[in-house]
């Protein structure tokens, strides 16, 4: 990690796990790269952008009992609104099933731009590796295409906090082959991440190697059913990370 941004998120305090408070007032050295809200002004924006894992079944109306869908964005989400009614704490979700990067670049205006959000969380990848692995482009154009992505959002919302999750796989019963394909591009799309996240000054949450020690627990299958799309608690995993990491990177509101 960079030290400016090492330096950035030191100076952060962190003031308690009642929930997050990021409108916290910071003085104009804190700031840096970030601007977070502060008190009295319109509440904090989140946006969760991906495939189907975030995507979660959603709805694509106005039927508030399924916007968020039935993932680890409607677990953060429902978690926040709980705690802090009177923040106007406001969530979307923008993942759509079936997305790759280059389909996330091609909606970004609308589903994120134009929503302006305060902090921005993307995950991404999973359905980009067996285009890779078919050769139908490269890894090193998925990871420009991910590139114009955080730098469009840097440009047009440069007071954005931008959070990178790393797409994960959980493999249980897959052949030999097909496993050993999936990881090594999945392990290089992770570096690339970790990579995008220290040069942009996003920050990186690792979902990996959680969900690699889960197995200490229980079977892969407990997690994730399928190799990609987590179960009910393998999103309760990735809700609980998340909000760890917000805890560690930002101000917590006050009671």
């Given at each position: 990690?960079?030290?400016?941004?090492?330096?950035?998120?030191?100076?952060i305090?962190?003031m308690?796990?009642?929930?997050?408070t990021?409108?916290?007032?910071?003085?104009?050295?804190?700031?840096?790269?970030?601007?977070?809200?502060?008190?009295?002004?319109?509440g904090?924006?989140?946006?969760?952008?991906?495939?189907?894992?975030?995507d979660?079944?959603?709805?694509?109306?106005?039927?508030?009992?399924?916007?968020?869908?039935?993932?680890?964005?409607?677990?953060?989400?429902?978690?926040?609104?709980?705690?802090?009614?009177?923040?106007?704490?406001?969530?979307?979700?923008?993942?759509?099933?079936?997305?790759?990067?280059?389909?996330?670049?091609?909606?970004?205006?609308?589903?994120?731009?134009?929503?302006?959000?305060?902090?921005?969380?993307?995950?991404?990848?999973?359905?980009?590796?067996?285009?890779?692995?078919?050769?139908?482009?490269?890894?090193?154009?998925?990871?420009?295409?991910?590139?114009?992505?955080?730098?469009?959002?840097?440009?047009?919302?440069?007071?954005t906090?931008?959070?990178?999750?790393e797409?994960?796989l959980?493999?249980?019963?897959w052949?030999?082959?097909?496993?050993?394909?999936?990881?090594?591009?999945?392990?290089?799309?992770?570096?690339?991440?970790r990579?995008?996240?220290?040069?942009?000054?996003?920050?990186?949450?690792a979902?990996?190697?959680?969900?690699?020690?889960?197995?200490?627990?229980?079977?892969?299958?407990?997690?994730?059913?399928?190799?990609?799309?987590?179960?009910?608690?393998?999103?309760?995993?990735?809700?609980r990370?998340?909000?760890?990491?917000?805890?560690?990177?930002?101000?917590?509101?006050?009671?």
């Open positions: 990690m960079k030290k400016s941004r090492r330096n950035f998120f030191s100076k305090s962190l308690g796990f009642a929930g997050l990021f409108p916290a007032i910071l003085s104009g050295n804190d700031r840096k790269n970030f601007t977070l809200l502060k008190e009295n002004e319109k904090l924006t989140i946006l969760f952008q991906g495939d189907s894992i975030t979660g079944a959603r709805s694509r109306n106005e039927d508030w009992n399924h916007v968020m869908g039935h993932g680890y964005a409607y677990l953060i989400s429902s978690r926040l609104w709980f705690d802090y009614p009177k923040k106007k704490l406001m969530f979307y979700n923008r993942g759509i099933s079936g997305n790759k990067v280059k389909d996330l670049l091609n909606r970004w205006q609308e589903d994120t731009i134009d929503l302006k959000p305060d902090l921005l969380s993307i995950l991404i990848g999973v359905n980009d590796v067996s285009r890779i692995i078919a050769n139908e482009y490269t890894l090193e154009e998925w990871k420009e295409d991910y590139k114009t992505l955080i730098k469009k959002t840097k440009a047009e919302l440069p007071n906090i931008i959070f990178l999750c797409p994960f959980l493999i249980d019963d052949s030999r082959v097909k496993k050993l394909q999936w990881e090594e591009v999945m392990n290089k799309m992770q570096s690339i991440i990579q995008l996240a220290d040069h942009y000054n996003c920050v990186h949450i979902l990996q190697e959680p969900f690699n020690n889960s197995l200490k627990k229980t079977s892969a299958k407990y997690w994730v059913w399928d190799g990609v799309h987590p179960m009910p608690a393998g999103h309760e995993l990735i809700a990370i998340w909000i760890n990491e917000a805890r560690n990177h930002l101000s917590f509101f006050e009671k």
